[in-house]
């Protein structure tokens, strides 16, 4: 059964240093998704994408952070500058039709500790 | 905005037991309802939902859920849990028109007892 996958699954990284979490959604999946999960807390909506641009985001995607979709298969998020409250799991999410509330595919999350 | 409520942060069963979780939520309109679950080390995997007509959704894994419109809840339930359930579980809202973002409830982490 395909599955989003999610690289790297741990990563940490000093204050003020740049990362990069990386997805591979599913092959025929137009809707692309991050999200986040602070320890304890809600999974958080960050960012949508479809048809190589930003279709949605929250307050918390602010100019720190960016997507794209550098090929036909990764999609990134970049976080320029971390911050320690930037510490989460990362999690990306795929759909396969564009419109609707269809079922989003959910990779096993990056978890970013910031030090 | 709409609102996600998960009242029971752990739930404790016995192997075998029967297991709700409770999910209400604030809306206007009758939203899009989803439940997922977490294992340990995986992403979160869809167990069932609710878009419109019969209000008791049969999902994966033997659990199922009723929507209940005048009480705002999504109640999960599963009549004989086993081990392998032990996990955390997610209830979702989706606004029923714009942009289908789903909004997530803080979660429930499931505890079960040999």
């Known amino acids: 059964e395909p599955e989003v996958t999610q690289t790297p699954s741990h990563q940490v990284t000093q204050m003020g240093q740049e990362v990069i979490l990386r997805c591979v959604p599913i092959?025929?999946?137009?809707?692309f998704y991050w999200y986040r999960q602070i320890l304890g807390q809600k999974v958080e909506f960050l960012v949508s994408?479809?048809?190589?641009?930003?279709?949605?985001k929250s307050e918390i995607f602010d100019d720190q952070f960016s997507v794209e979709r550098p090929d036909g298969s990764n999609f990134t998020l970049k976080i320029r500058s971390t911050k320690l409250e930037d510490s989460a799991m990362y999690f990306c999410?795929?759909?396969?039709?564009?419109?609707?509330?269809?079922?989003?595919?959910f990779g096993p999350g990056t978890r970013l500790t910031v030090t | 905005a709409q609102s996600v409520t998960q009242p029971d942060i752990h739930i404790t069963v016995s192997e075998g037991a029967s297991l709700e979780l409770r999910c209400n939520y604030s809306?206007?309109?009758?939203?899009?309802l989803f439940w997922y679950v977490q294992s340990p080390g995986q992403g979160l995997q869809l167990l069932l939902k609710?878009?419109?007509?019969?209000?008791l959704v049969q999902g994966i894994k033997g659990f199922e859920a009723e929507f209940k419109r005048s009480q705002s809840s999504f109640n999960l339930r599963k009549p004989s849990v086993h081990w392998s359930d032990a996990a955390e579980y997610f209830c979702?809202?989706?606004?029923?028109?714009?942009?289908?973002?789903?909004?997530f409830g803080r979660g429930t982490s499931l505890i079960v007892h040999p």
């Open positions: 979702a809202v989706v606004p029923s028109g714009g942009s289908y973002i789903p909004t």
């Open positions: 999410a795929s759909k396969q039709l564009a419109g609707g509330p269809g079922e989003q595919y």
């Open positions: 609710y878009f419109s007509g019969d209000t």
């Open positions: 092959s025929n999946h137009l809707y």
């Open positions: 994408f479809y048809n190589n641009e930003i279709s949605e």
């Open positions: 809306y206007g309109a009758t939203p899009y």
